[in-house]
């Protein structure tokens, strides 16, 4: 009989180191506890929507800053930009023709050149 009652106390403190065991291992340590996010860090996570809402990284790369936006030129600017392009064309039209114009000037001159020399020489010739 009191290997009986010895067996079932035995037995029952193997249950228990068990469950002790089993207990050790589902606990969470006090890192883990540590490591665990709080109510609070819930809270303060974004939701899926806001990440969906969230400009990445590429967006902002690509806005234009402030600064860029200052810098920008104006529908006036623009129209002023284009003015000077237009009277700036105006002025190298003016400056070929002017070219051209004189580069028949300097053809009829060496022409004229060219016969005069030859009335020299032929001048020359007959003294």
């Given at each position: 009989?009191?290997e009986?009652?010895?067996?079932?106390?035995?037995?029952k403190?193997?249950?228990?180191?068990a469950?002790m065991?089993?207990?050790?291992?589902?606990?969470?340590?006090k890192?883990?506890?540590?490591?665990?996010?709080?109510?609070?860090?819930?809270?303060?996570?974004a939701?899926?929507q806001?990440?969906?809402?969230?400009a990445?990284k590429?967006d902002?790369?690509?806005?234009?800053?402030?600064q860029?936006?200052e810098n920008?030129?104006?529908?006036?600017?623009l129209?002023?930009?284009?003015?000077a392009?237009?009277?700036?064309?105006?002025?190298?039209?003016?400056?070929?023709?002017?070219?051209?114009?004189?580069e028949?000037?300097?053809?009829?001159?060496?022409?004229?050149?060219?016969e005069?020399?030859?009335?020299?020489t032929d001048l020359?010739?007959?003294?």
């Amino acid at each position: 009989m009191l290997e009986a009652v010895l067996q079932q106390v035995l037995t029952k403190l193997n249950e228990l180191q068990a469950e002790m065991n089993n207990m050790r291992q589902t606990m969470a340590t006090k890192q883990d506890l540590e490591n665990m996010a709080t109510k609070q860090d819930l809270e303060n996570m974004a939701t899926k929507q806001d990440l969906e809402n969230m400009a990445t990284k590429q967006d902002l790369e690509n806005m234009a800053t402030k600064q860029d936006l200052e810098n920008m030129a104006t529908k006036q600017d623009l129209k002023m930009i284009q003015q000077a392009v237009l009277e700036t064309n105006e002025i190298v039209k003016n400056i070929e023709a002017n070219q051209k114009r004189q580069e028949r000037i300097l053809d009829v001159l060496s022409k004229r050149s060219i016969e005069h020399e030859a009335q020299i020489t032929d001048l020359r010739c007959v003294k």
